[in-house]
């Protein structure tokens, strides 16, 4: 490629910006510079933070060339109306010399429970001119400890009744043999007699909650409160509800179901896995005008009863019968008679505390782009896409009309669904008519993984507007953008970019569909640059990182999955090993030392662990290897050693991050010796690793494990292990993840790219040709010959193979940070393969980067932006 490299056109391009607002300051000219997107914890004015001193982070924005924070200053207040006459009697900074604008720790006055902080912040540029101030940006505290609590874990025991009214307690069971009871309903009247300033509500369950007040949903979170080890921590929400709260009487509701606490969680069909009562914590705290305070918690003097939610369960679905529906059980005019006593329980031991993650949203909707009938009466929808979430219907009928929507990845080759890759997850949704006209429905206490709907038992024939796909995940907002010349590498993206939105889903899991959907440590760790590149996951990971700790075994292991259950392993190479590397990304990419702090000792006692589990440092021979790798298969032991290796110096980096120098060290210390170990047990006189695979070789040279005269002997024997292949790729999870990074670190970009771009079998093309839209678990999920893998492990949307996209941003656009969180950058296009163009954008914590390169009449363009207060290193290769 070198020699169409005859020119080389490189611009730097800030964002034009015009905001120039009056300074109070005398004689000081003001900054162009606009401070923007505050955050606090990584979220825009979040509420219910029980972080005692929160971090705060702000982006800026120029059109200079250049231009970077010499010092800040930031106001908080308790009121807008102090900080709107710049009063910050909470924290005023004053004048902090300084260039951190990501990660500024409070430092102000003992923040109290639910205390309200408005906060804004301006900057002195390059020369000294003081920015405008930015616009206000607000978070409250939550109820920072248990004391604050005083409502009650209410729940709803009783067994269901055909009036919705239960009696003794014993559990329904549905006809195929499913434990599916039902969602509770409960609710409470209030009075409210003066005019209220301010209400928030705090709420969590054992299992997932939809709070209502006065008919209306509170806020538009799903799966709520999250998963964690509930029997260690449980988390609540904040709303903020002023505007729903009436003067005079009131009503409050939730939905209680099951969800991972109490539902069907893994494989195997098992439930119940953390208890078999759901139940609700809630607090609502009213304040007056007139400065008088009232709390309306769930206790009691609560009423609770089954309604048209008849199931509701992750894997197997939802079923809503409509005539069971109790018009306005959540307002104040609803008769609750003859609902049921609540059940109390006094005290749960776990920790409360508030969600430090990004809720689960609706984040879009999909139209269906075909129907077709291939059996009397049912109906498929082809989505068009792969996605998880679930669907809203739209039906006429006549009352009692059931509609069973089942939902499935692939087809058959006679045009019903595939469903057998589900396993045990039954995935299907009823809807059951009332008979008043349109009905328009959707669940909410379930999600399936899918792109085609099977519509049986429609009143008619079911029209393309009658089924509307909606997409849900955490709310991790997208961040990055890819585009190239070459369509089928475009797709690639869009694949890895859909089959994160369809697993990061409260937890990293392994895949949306079938009777698994857990927090798999390995999957998590191989994909988490790529993640990072796609979107901003800083506060999804802070969550799961807590997960991760809580996971960890009495000896140090970390486990298999997160939160651990079902899948009860630990220890394992590559899996457990997502807690040091998880951390470590998470640091690089957002320069997050508190989440290196947080997870010290536990990661510490992971290397103590290895250690102690090793032979003369050498790892066993277990664990899940290189996982679904195809046609070769890698020892064990080396893998094992090679992570921990890998591990121990992330750890030592990560020491030397946080000043302990002298950990720093001995980790260094350790893993010199681990990768003496390594090369005398597996690394032959001619560079050859034990197993002689792609994936050995990846993992020897990426994580530096060969001395220094042997790196380039084993770069050529990852070649040849590539070309005795035919140029064909068969690592698994693990060595995939190295693989096209290892061939450009060693010189070998053109065998990357030939790679990336192959799409014979195995290959991302080779998927890619065959209509996939997300990533497939296996190479092999489905060939020519033999059709369908088997159907005990073949997802067509697992993310792992999907780890090749932080290659896409970081090799072939050529964005990557050059030490933690991308304050200092490094834009290093490499041109490839037959690619004429290739254009990315990543907005980091400091803001928007763009490398944007394309090649015509022999002539190399580059655009590069890069955010205000970093620099960047622009990296180009010159005419050969
Ligand atoms: C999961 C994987 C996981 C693996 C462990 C599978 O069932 O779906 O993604 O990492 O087990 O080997």
Request: aromatic share 12%.
């Amino acid at each position: 490629m070198s020699d169409k490299l005859t020119k080389m056109i490189l611009a730097m391009i800030g964002f034009a910006l015009t905001s120039c607002a009056v300074l109070k300051d005398i004689g000081i000219t003001s900054s162009m510079v606009t401070v923007k997107e505050l955050r606090c914890e990584y979220r825009v004015n979040p509420l219910g933070i029980d972080v005692s001193k929160p971090r705060l982070s702000w982006n800026m924005q120029s059109n200079e060339r250049g231009q970077m924070q010499t010092a800040y200053q930031i106001l908080i207040a308790s009121t807008e109306r102090l900080l709107d006459l710049d009063v910050g009697n909470l924290w005023d900074s004053g004048k902090i010399d300084s260039q951190q604008s990501n990660q500024v720790v409070y430092a102000g006055k003992p923040l109290i429970p639910r205390a309200r902080c408005y906060w804004k912040v301006r900057i002195w540029d390059k020369s000294g001119k003081i920015s405008a101030w930015s616009k206000p940006s607000f978070w409250t505290m939550g109820l920072l400890s248990a004391w604050d609590w005083q409502g009650k874990w209410i729940g709803h025991d009783a067994e269901r009744s055909d009036s919705n009214i239960g009696k003794d307690k014993v559990k329904p069971i549905s006809d195929d043999k499913l434990i599916l009871p039902p969602p509770s309903y409960l609710r409470k009247n209030f009075a409210v007699d003066r005019t209220v300033k301010n209400a928030m509500v705090y709420a969590s369950a054992l299992g997932l909650y939809e709070l209502h007040i006065n008919g209306k949903r509170v806020g538009d979170d799903y799966f709520t409160p999250g998963w964690t080890d509930y029997p260690t921590r449980v988390y609540y929400q904040t709303y903020e509800v002023t505007d729903m709260i009436n003067k005079g009487d009131n009503a409050v509701g939730a939905i209680l179901a099951d969800g991972w606490y109490a539902g069907y969680v893994g494989f195997g069909q098992k439930r119940e896995n953390y208890g078999s009562e759901p139940r609700l914590l809630m607090q609502l705290k009213v304040e007056y005008a007139d400065g008088g305070k009232e709390v309306i918690s769930t206790d009691k003097s609560w009423k609770a009863a089954y309604g048209p939610i008849v199931e509701a369960d992750f894997q197997m679905g939802e079923t809503y019968d409509a005539p069971k529906e109790m018009p306005g059980w959540d307002t104040r005019d609803f008769n609750d008679s003859i609902w049921n006593a609540v059940a109390v329980t006094e005290n749960v031991n776990t920790k409360v505390q508030a969600y430090p993650g990004v809720p689960v949203k609706k984040i879009m909707e999909i139209r269906p782009i075909k129907r077709t009938q291939p059996k009397e009466g049912i109906y498929v929808f082809d989505m068009g896409q792969n996605f998880a979430g679930c669907i809203e219907l739209k039906v006429r009928g006549k009352a009692g009309t059931k509609v069973v929507l089942r939902f499935a990845e692939v087809l058959n080759p006679d045009g019903t669904i595939y469903t057998k890759n589900l396993r045990l997850a039954r995935c299907t949704d009823t809807y059951i008519l009332k008979g008043n006209g349109r009905e328009v429905w959707q669940p909410r206490f379930t999600f399936h993984g899918f792109r085609y709907v099977e519509v049986t038992g429609y009143p008619s024939q079911p029209g393309l507007d009658d089924i509307t796909g909606i997409v849900i995940h955490s709310d991790t907002p997208q961040v990055g953008s890819f585009e190239c010349s070459n369509p089928m590498v475009n797709q690639l993206y869009s694949n890895i970019v859909w089959s994160q939105r369809s697993n990061f889903i409260e937890v990293p899991t392994d895949c949306p569909q079938r009777d698994e959907r857990l927090g798999w440590m390995g999957d998590a760790q191989i994909f988490i640059r790529t993640a990072t590149y796609n979107m901003d996951v800083a506060a999804f990971f802070t969550k799961w990182l807590v997960d991760i700790e809580d996971a960890q075994s009495e000896k140090g292991a970390f486990p298999d999955v997160a939160p651990r259950k079902i899948a009860l392993g630990d220890g394992t190479a590559a899996w457990g090993d997502a807690g040091v590397i998880c951390p470590w990304t998470i640091y690089q990419v957002y320069g997050d030392k508190r989440v290196i702090e947080r997870h010290y000792d536990s990661m510490k006692k992971w290397i103590a662990y290895l250690k102690a589990n090793s032979e003369n440092l050498l790892r066993p021979a277990t664990g899940y290897g290189d996982w679904v790798a195809i046609g070769e298969e890698t020892p064990k032991d080396v893998i094992a050693t090679a992570y921990f290796a890998y591990s121990t110096k992330l750890l030592s980096k990560m020491a030397d991050a946080i000043g302990k120098k002298e950990d720093a060290k001995d980790f260094e210390i350790l893993f010199e010796q681990i990768k003496e170990a390594f090369s005398k047990a597996y690394v032959s006189e001619d560079g050859k690793i034990e197993g002689d695979t792609q994936t050995c070789y990846c993992l020897g040279l990426y994580f530096d494990l060969l001395p220094a005269e042997k790196r380039q002997a084993a770069a050529e024997h990852l070649v040849e292990a590539i070309k005795r292949r035919n140029w064909h790729l068969s690592t698994g999870f693990v060595g995939l993840s190295y693989l096209l990074p290892t061939l450009t670190q060693t010189g070998n970009l053109d065998i990357a790219y030939r790679l990336l771009n192959n799409d014979t079998f195995p290959s991302w093309g080779y998927s890619i040709k065959n209509g996939s839209t997300t990533i497939w678990e296996r190479w092999d999920g489905w060939t020519e010959e033999k059709g369908f893998q088997d159907p005990g492990m073949n997802s067509f949307n697992h993310y792992s193979f999907g780890s090749v996209g932080r290659w896409l941003f970081g090799t072939v656009a050529g964005i990557d940070t050059e030490g933690p969180g991308y304050k200092a950058i490094s834009i290093r296009p490499s041109p490839g393969g037959d690619l004429t163009f290739a254009r990315a954008s990543y907005k980091s914590i400091y803001g928007e980067i763009v490398s944007d390169w394309n090649i015509k009449n022999n002539e190399f363009t580059l655009n590069v932006v890069v955010p205000v207060n970093t620099t960047a290193t622009v990296y180009v290769q010159p005419k050969m």
